[in-house]
């Protein structure tokens, strides 16, 4: 049975649920469409990873990793193959933005209520701050490793941790020393 073929079939299902629980398990392929299928999503770069978190439909999901991996005829492809390594792509996603997540410090009371969660500026607030950081184009700063930028997220968010820390530390014996 082909994509289209299942998601027909799909459409007119009585019980969704039940068929989404039999087909989440369904295995990642090597291959789809004649195209290999990376072992894991480390070569990606920013933009890529960028696009392929960003859309509104499932359909849109399917269009944007057909691009991103050059996978043509997705609709014809064994049903099982195509699902499978949709699933596994979306497992992948989560996993690299939950990484992307813990790159962001807890907040202190005084930053919420100056209102730091109105900084949240999502992908294109990574975007751009890995350009200043690195002093390069928006444009570069979407070609580069998304590996890479994470890296630079997680040491900055130590840094600022240590820092913060010291800061603390300096504070406490200042105040001792009065």
């Known amino acids: ?21 039999q087909i989440k ?21 920013l933009g890529e990873l960028v696009f392929l978190t960003t859309f509104s439909t499932d359909a849109e999901m399917i269009d944007n990793a057909c691009e991103v991996f050059k996978i ?6 064994p ?7 949709l699933n596994w ?10 990484m992307f997540t813990k790159t962001n410090s807890k907040p202190t009371s005084e930053e919420v209520q100056a209102g730091i969660q109105s900084l949240n500026f999502g992908w294109f607030g990574t975007i751009d701050y890995f350009a200043q950081r690195m002093h390069i184009t928006h444009e570069d700063a ?28 300096r504070n406490k014996q200042h105040s001792k020393k009065r």
């Open 142 to 169: 979407e070609k580069t490793s998304w590996v890479k930028v994470y890296k630079c997220l997680d040491m900055d968010k130590k840094v600022y941790l240590f820092r913060k820390r010291l800061s603390q530390i």
């Open 25 to 45: 398990n369904a295995p990642k392929p090597l291959k789809l469409a004649g195209v290999d299928i990376p072992p894991n999503l480390y070569k990606l770069t």
């Open 1 to 21: 049975m082909t994509l289209h073929e299942f998601n027909t079939l799909y459409s007119i299902a009585a019980d969704k649920e039940a068929v989404k629980k």
């Open 79 to 85: 049903a099982e193959d195509a699902i499978g390594f």
């Open 89 to 98: 792509l979306q497992k992948e996603l989560e996993k690299i933005v939950k």
């Open 72 to 77: 043509t005829g997705i609709l014809e492809q």
